[in-house]
């Protein structure tokens, strides 16, 4: 009954994984303004499978941090990653200031939050629609 909730899921193991993705869509945890984050340590070929086989995953807001196996902590080392996002009220709002770009909004928060847990920093890079995103 909630609106606009992250779901974080933690797990190495494929088939709670496998098992939450089946009921999660059969309970309607996952829904359009439902925005879910995986993080594993599951090897790749098996994570590739996971995610393309399960509607939950691939359908959905979701998004993967594949954490590596001598990893004794989540980091990104302070590197910049490259992100895209479209102005939808009130998830992800832009305003001009002057030469910049000022952001804002629910997504925006939540990017800023995760950015800042796991030491990277973002760059939004410009877009007009969603065509275009797939461009980039």
């Not at 959905?60 to 004794?72: G, I, P």
């Not at 990104?76 to 305003?95: D, K």
């Not at 925006?108 to 007009?128: G, I, R």
Request: glycine letters at 2%.
């Amino acid at each position: 009954m909630s609106w606009c909730v992250m779901v974080v899921v933690v797990s190495d193991d494929q088939e709670f994984l496998a098992t939450f993705a089946e009921w999660s869509l059969k309970g309607r945890l996952l829904v359009w303004s439902t925005r879910l984050l995986v993080v594993t340590r599951l090897p790749r070929e098996d994570l590739v499978i996971l995610l393309s086989s399960l509607w939950t995953f691939s359908m959905t807001n979701a998004m993967v941090l594949k954490a590596e196996q001598s990893s004794h902590s989540l980091s990104f080392h302070g590197e910049r990653i490259n992100v895209t996002a479209l102005p939808y009220e009130p998830f992800w709002m832009s305003a001009n200031e002057g030469n910049a770009t000022k952001y804002s909004g629910i997504d925006y928060n939540q990017l800023v939050t995760l950015a800042d847990a796991l030491n990277f920093t973002f760059h939004v890079l410009p877009s007009n629609n969603w065509a275009e995103v797939r461009l980039l």
